[in-house]
């Protein structure tokens, strides 16, 4: 069946399954996988990628909410998905979709210890990122809370680390390395028995072997972006030029105006626009999008479901496919343009954009 859709967002499955091989070459055999796949699998579609990473046998799938975590489960997925913001109004929907949920405060606590009901948990502690978690001088009256519960099974324990991809902050991962494993210590002391911990995101196991645990959480690494020529971008977004047209000298393009022709040009007008998450800073010949192999610039202000660039140099007409992002204009020098994070980029594809997944 041919492509009818305009703008097209190409998943290399075959990518994905090579990235999660080499980060698990840098684990120990025994070391368990947890895979992200909250953000609609970082805007790649959370149901075809989690349904291929629980083939591939990983452990099993982190999500933001239960929302995210009830549609996987009733698509079919079996493996233990794992809600990191359970919520406190959505319990009916996490027991009858056996789901687990990320417990980071007294609250969750006792109104999932309350429900009375077998539930998969894991704790969460915060170990310097100050955002979610419990603090290590609560670990005590955390075991004393978790034993007045005894239908809540603790699956593990674990932290986030706040800084593991960047050299100058590697003192403060180590801290947070070291009071994780306090933690742990008392924790277990107390309770009696241990439990899996995990810690070490994507950048953790590129660059913190030594602080392995026995899970680790695997996120953007899957989808081949980190600073490792060993993992592959897993997608490419495509789109095409749907007019063509000449803009004499002194003529203005886009809103405003905002770019005036300072001779006669050629432009192309592509269906994608910042509703399709195409950053509105990329304007101005600031962004660039790949056609024929050659960068052709942005002009004019990126509109809601389109954007203008420079056909002046190029042979290109009406039909001719564009790249907006994919191997040669990766996400990752899309973000350092736009002095942001790939997440970014990513979390904003619309869901309108097709995708169409290959291997």
Not at 94 to 107: A, C, Q, R
Not at 316 to 331: L, M, P, Q, S, Y
Request: with cysteine; hydrophobic share 35%.
């Amino acid at each position: 069946m041919g492509i009818t859709h305009e703008t097209i967002l190409e998943v290399n499955t075959n990518h994905l399954e090579s990235n999660l091989n080499y980060l698990k070459s840098q684990l120990k055999p025994s070391t368990k996988v947890i895979a992200v796949v909250k953000a609609y699998a970082y805007g790649h579609g959370d149901i075809v990628l989690s349904r291929k990473l629980e083939l591939l046998g990983v452990h099993a799938l982190w999500v933001a909410d239960f929302e995210e975590g009830s549609r996987l489960r009733e698509s079919g997925i079996n493996i233990p998905i794992i809600i990191a913001n359970p919520g406190t109004k959505s319990t009916n929907k996490i027991i009858e979709n056996k789901l687990d949920v990320v417990i980071y405060n007294f609250k969750l606590l006792q109104l999932y210890g309350e429900l009375n009901t077998e539930l998969n948990i894991h704790i969460k502690f915060n170990t310097g990122m100050n955002r979610y978690g419990f603090n290590p001088d609560e670990v005590k009256k955390v075991i004393d809370t978790l034993q007045q519960y005894p239908k809540l099974k603790i699956q593990s324990i674990c932290s986030h680390l706040a800084a593991s991809d960047n050299p100058e902050n590697d003192k403060f991962t180590d801290k947070q390395c070291l009071i994780f494993d306090t933690i742990c210590t008392t924790f277990f002391t107390c309770f009696g028995y241990k439990v899996d911990r995990h810690i070490l995101n994507t950048n953790g196991v590129l660059r913190f072997t030594n602080k392995e645990y026995e899970m680790v959480r695997l996120g953007i690494g899957l989808f081949g972006v980190a600073d490792d020529k060993n993992l592959h971008q897993i997608s490419t977004l495509k789109s095409v030029i749907t007019q063509v047209r000449t803009i004499k000298k002194g003529e203005g393009i886009g809103y405003n105006a905002s770019f005036i022709a300072t001779e006669d040009m050629k432009v192309g007008i592509i269906p994608f626009g910042y509703a399709d998450g195409l950053n509105r800073k990329l304007s101005e010949k600031y962004g660039t999008i790949l056609v024929n192999n050659s960068p052709c610039p942005i002009i004019g202000k990126i509109s809601m479901d389109s954007c203008i660039i420079d056909l002046s140099n190029t042979t290109a007409t009406t039909g001719d496919r564009v790249i907006i992002f994919g191997k040669e204009n990766t996400i990752l020098s899309i973000a350092k343009k736009l002095e942001t994070i790939p997440y970014e980029i990513f979390a904003t594809l619309n869901r309108r954009i097709k995708r169409v997944y290959s291997s």
